[in-house]
């Protein structure tokens, strides 16, 4: 479904051992892409991981956070990622976000990769 909106120097890899999908292209595409995958409903989904956060609001986030939080069936654990660049204009969307997220009662932790 997702293959042939992917340019075509690009890749996709599905792998159903750890249910995670993996898409590298351009950030616009990539985007457009975000929009149509959280648009699904994947009850299930236990990981989420956003890597750029800059064009989406914070009731948007908040929203995928309600999807992948949402009662699942075993362990009922969720984890939502973001991947951000530190000293960027998307460090500044993703502190916004941050204090968002805390105020609607969301735990919320930062770690630093070297």
Same mark, same amino acid.
């Given at each position: ?13 599905? #792998? ?12 616009? #595409?990539?985007?457009?892409?975000? +929009? ?13 991981? *956003? ?15 309600? +999807? ?6 075993? *362990? ?20 916004? +976000? ?5 105020? *609607? ?10």
């Amino acid at each position: 479904m997702l293959r042939p909106l992917i340019s075509p120097n690009n890749v996709i890899n599905v #792998n159903p051992g750890n249910n995670s999908l993996i898409i590298t292209d351009y950030a616009d #595409n990539l985007q457009r892409l975000a +929009r149509i995958i959280a648009a699904m409903d994947l009850p299930n989904a236990s990981v989420a991981i *956003q890597v750029s956060g800059s064009w989406g609001s914070r009731q948007e986030e908040a929203q995928r956070l309600g +999807r992948i939080l949402r009662p699942k069936e075993g *362990q009922n654990q969720a984890w939502f990622y973001t991947l951000v660049t530190a000293d960027s204009v998307e460090q500044e969307y993703a502190e916004r +976000r941050q204090l968002f997220l805390a105020e *609607q009662g969301y735990p919320y932790r930062i770690e630093a990769a070297d």
